[in-house]
């Protein structure tokens, strides 16, 4: 006769403790029992391993994701710089021929 112990069901439903005793041989001594209780852990085990390669995968998109909008806001920072250089350049530019015309002006007020 065969018992719930001798059913694949029986060990998916089990807690963890149960099974692990089993496992073990601590309860009972036969090899199919044991044998179902092991290949639970196994199956366990790899469900646990593919929950935790999908919250890799989730933390690694994240990070991807946060980096790129770090990217962006770095590149939007630089092309502000660049333009603002390039207006600091051109109001440089704009003193200097200020200047220039200011000392020629000077210049013909004092030869006059």
Do not use: C
Not at 68 to 80: H, P
């Amino acid at each position: 006769m065969m018992s719930a112990l001798h059913s694949p069901e029986y060990w998916a439903q089990a807690p963890q403790d149960e099974v692990e005793r089993y496992a073990a041989r601590l309860v009972i001594n036969d090899p199919q029992v044991i044998g179902l209780a092991r290949a639970e852990l196994l199956r366990r085990d790899q469900v646990y391993d593919e929950e935790q390669a999908q919250r890799r995968e989730a933390l690694a998109q994240r990070q991807m994701d946060h980096a790129a909008k770090l990217s962006s806001e770095q590149l939007r920072t630089a092309e502000a710089a660049v333009k603002a250089t390039k207006l600091a350049v051109w109001a440089t530019i704009f003193a200097a021929i200020g200047a220039a015309v200011q000392a020629a002006m000077a210049l013909m007020l004092y030869l006059k």
